[in-house]
């Protein structure tokens, strides 16, 4: 008997295997930023090391945070980042200030020999907001703060608190 309970076990958990798990929800986006880059023609003879970027513990995730009302957050049920939304930030800060050529060189490790400067990025807010009316066009609110310290001394020669909100257009940002 025991046997016999075994054997349709495991031909139950075999078939279930074979059931089809297509889900009938609207397949998931991924959203990436497309900053406009500035390119400079006056080359700094520098290295900036990104450091990790630090995002407030409810923004780091795929998931795009959407608040609808002053004190609710949730995440949009088909959208999500590449990666981890600090992840991401790191890889695209990095990215964007190499492209630029503001420095010789801009990497997420500091280099020897050579001036290094540390920009340090701490991310608050990071999201979609709706007024009330989920309908309506959201706006993106993005509150960051932002340093960039000489590495060879600790000094800290620039510090700023950066807050920007921009009314989204189809899916833009």
């Given at each position: 008997m025991m046997r016999l309970m075994v054997i349709l076990l495991l031909a139950w958990l075999l078939s279930a295997c074979s059931?089809?798990?297509?889900s009938k929800e609207p397949k998931?986006?991924?959203?990436y930023l497309e900053p406009e880059v500035s390119t400079y023609s006056d080359t700094q003879d520098a290295?900036?090391?990104?450091?990790?970027?630090?995002?407030?513990?409810?923004?780091?995730?795929?998931?795009?945070a959407l608040r609808v009302r002053p004190n609710r957050q949730n995440?949009?049920?088909?959208?999500n980042w590449p990666e981890l939304l600090s992840e991401y930030l790191n890889f695209q800060i990095t990215k964007d200030l190499s492209f630029s050529r503001i420095t010789n060189s801009v990497a997420v490790i500091s280099r020897p020999n050579i001036r290094n400067y540390k920009l340090q990025i701490r991310v608050l807010d990071f999201q979609s907001e709706y007024d009330g009316n989920t309908d309506s066009i959201p706006d993106i609110v993005i509150r960051l703060e932002a340093a960039?310290?000489?590495?060879?001394?600790?000094?800290?020669?620039?510090?700023?608190?950066?807050?920007?909100?921009?009314?989204v257009d189809e899916n833009r940002m």
């Open positions: 059931l089809s798990l297509e998931s986006s991924i959203y290295h900036i090391f990104v450091q990790s970027v630090v995002v407030a513990p409810g923004l780091d995730s795929k998931r795009i995440y949009y049920a088909v959208g960039l310290v000489r590495s060879h001394d600790q000094e800290v020669l620039v510090h700023q608190w950066y807050e920007q909100r921009s009314r």
